[in-house]
């Protein structure tokens, strides 16, 4: 007997997903945790709450809405100095959900004890679940294209990730109801015109700038006759869509494009002139990099650290890419051209960029050369997103639609991928070779920047080198394709720091007597050792520091405090020193007390004549507490 399929599991809503999340962090919590949910909407706030109480997410806490108008039941609504005394008394977890609509009037009453969930932050945690877990592979399909579709166009044109989640769903919802084909009827929820059409997610983009042209014309007192015109639709079709807009607020795109729901003007209708199949089987952009792996020479935005390495596209004022591409066969001609710069992730989520992404229409059909802006109005290097891009290039028909080729196939294509940066950044000089410069103070302070910020794993944080430059010398290492970690070194230290490690036993007690400011030698810096007793703490402490010392110095290019490998092993001898060191403190006195205290330390003193102008000390990176 064949066994019966399990049914898909029902689609969640919004206010399940949030509940469970809300849930998750406060699991654990003890009596007397108090967190306040902020900026959700007050009628998903409200939801949320209930959801939490009718699946018992959180036995024993207490779950209230702000409702400083005292309109909810009492079991629901709370006003906030009662709230505030709920808090002061600390008897169970108290989960307090804080409406926008409330927010501000409360922010600075509520601030002190109560922990803050945001709420846009739980709804891209929201998201991320639906995706990963809940949402069907048809149902990812249509995000991934939404989110591709929007990734070009700034944040003002994007529909917030809420609205995202609402689509999504109830697309999900129309899957389960074996009503997948009527997904497209609920793209209103993201601000676009709903399509009845099975395949309505291959023309998403088309819908998109149907969607700018009738919200945001050019011409701002453009007439709807206008802005129908800009479509190039068929003549019965544009007289069919002018009627359906009629009366219409084209100000807000969900509202006018939830009504063409009902008065006929979904986008099966949006019939643009004749689109038929291109007398061209491929189109392909020309290589960005030369044979050697280098950039082309001839594209003056693109840089490349080192032949095969990652390509940079360098943005500022004024700066184009330029994209040279081939048709197959070569004398095709197309009604014109679009090159748009896209992430390289045909999956990521345009929201993570919050900046404008270039387009170029090219009208002249003949054309196969363009060149793509790329001042993005941002001057500091951190300000740019941190994912790989690519130059993507399509061939349109006179009303916009992507051609296809014989086979149905879009003639779409795809550059090298790059990265990018600031104009501003220097060339290393002397090698040719161009990097984005990412100094930090330590190698730990490097790599933390590089794992949280830029993406990179320290199990492939590699290629240690030294370059010495005069005065300073610098360590680096590549954290990513596109990001190296550089330390400078002064070039005088560092040579003092080798000499400790070479000398243990001379325990890092060194002068620099001067009378100018010209520049130091190593050879003007001393050793002061003083006799000391000898005591058993001081040859524990020995013992130790020649130890740490070695294993500091086997290491074959990271052979410096501040960018030693810190395996378990050196770790622990680095403890075993200081602990040593502290030990003779605690035993020295005297004569041994001074020295224990200058271990690993430069004294300054510099004057003419006599007269002392300037004393200091420097605690060396060897120092038994500076080490750790």
Wanted: proline letters at 6%; a negative charge; one cysteine or more.
């Amino acid at each position: 007997m064949s066994a019966i399929p399990a049914s898909p599991a029902p689609a969640p809503n919004l206010p399940s997903l949030l509940a469970n999340i809300i849930a998750g962090r406060l699991t654990g919590a003890e009596a007397g945790h108090c967190v306040r949910v902020n900026h959700l909407p007050s009628d998903l706030a409200r939801q949320s709450l209930d959801q939490m109480r009718r699946q018992s997410l959180v036995p024993g806490a207490i779950l209230r809405l702000l409702d400083q108008t005292r309109n909810l039941p009492e079991d629901v609504g709370i006003t906030a100095d009662r709230a505030i005394e709920i808090r002061n008394r600390k008897e169970g977890v108290f989960c307090l959900f804080v409406p926008a609509s409330e927010h501000d009037a409360t922010a600075s009453s509520l601030g002190n004890s109560f922990a803050e969930i945001n709420g846009p932050e739980l709804v891209d945690a929201a998201y991320t679940r639906f995706i990963n877990i809940h949402a069907p592979d048809r149902v990812r399909e249509v995000a991934s294209e939404v989110n591709r579709v929007f990734s070009t166009v700034g944040a003002a044109a994007r529909p917030a990730a809420i609205d995202k989640l609402h689509f999504l769903i109830a697309a999900q919802e129309r899957d389960q109801a074996s009503d997948a084909d009527g997904m497209g009827l609920e793209l209103w929820r993201i601000g676009l015109i709903p399509d009845p059409r099975p395949t309505f997610d291959n023309d998403l983009r088309r819908n998109r700038q149907a969607v700018g042209e009738i919200s945001r014309p050019t011409r701002l007192m453009a007439s709807t006759d206008e802005k129908i015109a800009k479509l190039k639709l068929t003549i019965p079709a544009g007289r069919a869509v002018a009627q359906a807009l009629t009366g219409l607020n084209h100000h807000n795109p969900k509202a006018w494009c939830r009504a063409l729901l009902d008065n006929g003007g979904t986008f099966e209708r949006w019939v643009p002139l004749e689109n038929l199949p291109a007398d061209c089987d491929e189109v392909r952009i020309n290589p960005f990099r030369t044979q050697a792996g280098s950039s082309d020479p001839k594209i003056k935005a693109l840089i490349t650290d080192a032949p095969g390495g990652a390509l940079f596209a360098q943005v500022g004022d004024k700066v184009k890419l330029k994209v040279n591409w081939e048709t197959f066969p070569k004398n095709t001609t197309v009604s014109k051209w679009l090159l748009e710069l896209a992430p390289a992730d045909e999956e990521a989520d345009g929201d993570e960029f919050a900046i404008d992404l270039p387009t170029l229409e090219i009208k002249r059909g003949t054309s196969r050369t363009g060149s793509l802006s790329l001042d993005l109005g941002l001057m500091a290097d951190d300000e740019l997103p941190q994912s790989a891009f690519k130059v993507r290039l399509s061939a349109l028909s006179e009303g916009g639609e992507t051609l296809v080729n014989s086979s149905q196939e879009p003639l779409v294509a795809l550059s090298d991928e790059f990265y990018l940066r600031t104009a501003q950044e220097n060339t290393d000089p002397g090698s040719g070779a161009r990097e984005r410069v990412r100094s930090a103070n330590t190698l730990a302070e490097g790599m933390l920047r590089a794992v949280t910020l830029h993406g990179a794993r320290f199990d492939e944080i590699e290629s240690p080198a030294w370059t010495p430059a005069g005065p300073a010398i610098t360590f680096s290492m590549r954290a990513t394709a596109r990001e190296t970690i550089r330390i400078p070194f002064n070039t005088l230290l560092d040579q003092l720091q080798q000499k400790t490690l070479d000398t243990p036993g001379a325990l890092g007690l060194w002068r620099l007597n001067g009378e100018d400011a010209t520049p130091a030698t190593l050879d003007q810096i001393v050793g002061t050792s003083s006799p000391t007793s000898g005591t058993p703490e001081e040859e524990r402490y020995l013992r130790a520091r020649k130890s740490f010392f070695a294993r500091v110095r086997e290491q074959e290019v990271r052979h410096r405090i501040e960018v030693s490998d810190w395996s378990p092993d050196l770790i622990e001898a680095a403890l075993a020193h200081a602990r040593a060191w502290v030990k003779w403190l605690d035993a020295a006195t005297g004569a041994d007390l001074i020295v224990a205290r200058s271990v690993d330390t430069l004294d300054l003193r510099f004057g003419e004549g006599g007269r002392l102008d300037l004393e200091a000390r420097i605690a060396l990176p060897t120092h038994p507490l500076r080490a750790l």
